[in-house]
């Protein structure tokens, strides 16, 4: 489980937000340069379906479900944590 931590003032909380930013940002351009790199034809199969893509192509797409994903999973806990921060301020 997840610990929130209560930031002070809020130039401290806008602090943790900018460097969420700015590594996320180092990360997104980092998974790009790495994906034009690897730009062979490759064949995605699940099933019966079949796709041929570039590779570059097949890990931006996963790279985006992911962080989709991920977003989609953490958002009730968050909400719920958010919550109870707020209830506590009463």
Known sequence: MFHVKEVKNADQRNDWINTGLILGIVFAIGAVTFALQNSVLVTVAYASWQHDSSLALVLLVAFGLGAIIAGLVST??????????ARLRR
Do not use: G, L, N, R
């Open 76 to 85: 009730p806990s968050m909400i719920k944590a958010q919550w109870a921060v």
